[in-house]
């Protein structure tokens, strides 16, 4: 009677095994699916708004150049920094924008990027009366979102590149901001820095953002009219 029980009792429990495990993998096939969907859709944003040569890119009055750390985790310098660097000094002096928005992360001491690239631009020979900066672009949606918000752009250049382009025009569309980009030239790092790994989950990220967290930036502040208010710098006005 009891091997009989034991008997009875083994399918139900082969069936709820089944049951979680079928579930696991349904969960797991949607996640994929949500990944794969997401990144398709965030390059599709920016279809036909890319661009790789100064000749052909449009005129737009402020480029916004986004801002990443100045050198690599082993102290060497940071190829990304100095290839979006001479992207912009290159469409500045093709005339393809009159001012420069460098905006980044200045979350603790002796860590500035908007600052970094300020200098790099100063010292390329752009005028300070060109450049207006933005110090708490702890992320990018943070620097699309102030770049309207604060800066009272809607029409913009990003310069970065393109992966980080594609992700910047993509949270512009959902914020009333027409962006189109400048690719940098991009790095081959065998992906020593996890730049580009970490992109894909960005992408992710920004999707999420917008779609389901609504993610505000960490902050705003007083407005700064480009071209009549005087540039702002990290340790001045803004």
């Known amino acids: 009677m009891k091997s009989l029980a034991n008997n009875l009792s083994a399918p139900p429990r082969r069936n709820v095994r089944r049951k979680i495990v079928l579930a696991f993998l349904l969960v797991g096939a949607c996640c994929i699916a949500f990944v794969v969907g997401a990144l398709a859709f965030v390059r599709h944003a920016s279809a036909g708004r890319l661009y790789a040569g100064a000749t052909e890119i449009p005129h737009r009055e402020v480029g916004v150049v986004l801002g990443c750390s100045r050198q690599l985790g082993d102290g060497t310098p ?52 060109r450049i207006y900066s933005d110090c708490a672009g702890f992320r990018t949606l943070d620097s699309i979102v102030r770049a309207r918000d604060v800066f009272g752009l809607t029409q913009i250049t990003v310069v970065s590149q393109e992966f980080h382009n594609q992700r910047a025009i993509f949270l512009g569309s959902h914020q009333g901001i ?26 992710v990220k920004a999707v999420l953002d917008i779609y389901l967290l609504h993610t505000k930036p960490h902050f705003l502040g007083p407005k700064v009219r480009i071209g009549v208010d005087p540039p702002t710098t990290c340790s001045g006005t803004q």
Request: hydrophobic fraction near 35%.
């Open 78 to 129: 940071n190829p990304f920094f100095d290839s979006r660097l001479r992207a912009a000094v290159e469409l500045f002096q093709a005339g393809k924008f009159d001012y420069l928005l460098v905006s980044g992360d200045n979350h603790s001491k002796g860590y500035d990027e908007a600052t970094n690239l300020r200098d790099g631009l100063l010292q390329a020979g752009i005028p300070a009366s």
């Open 178 to 203: 027409d962006a189109i980009g400048y690719n940098a030239e991009d790095v081959d790092l065998g992906d020593a820095s996890g730049t580009h790994k970490r992109e894909k989950l960005a992408k």
